[in-house]
């Protein structure tokens, strides 16, 4: 199972509110300004500051 395209449409990074997308492989959601990555672990987007990596 995926991200739906609706969920996607309302989802926001939660440390700026700006834009995500999702990663290439699906594994997780990318804020560009944030240079952070959301996990999705069991098909749940981990949408916490705290949890999230930073991009290289």
């Known amino acids: ?3 739906s395209k609706e969920l996607l ?3 926001a990074c939660p440390k700026c509110k700006g834009d995500i997308y999702l ?3 699906g594994d997780g959601l990318v804020c560009d300004k ?3 990555l959301y996990e999705i672990r ?3 987007p981990i949408m916490l500051i705290d ?3 930073p991009l290289d």
């Open 51 to 53: 949890e999230a990596k």
């Open 1 to 3: 199972m995926t991200i």
């Open 9 to 11: 449409e309302i989802l």
């Open 23 to 25: 990663t290439e492989n």
């Open 34 to 36: 944030c240079r952070l």
């Open 42 to 44: 069991d098909d749940i």
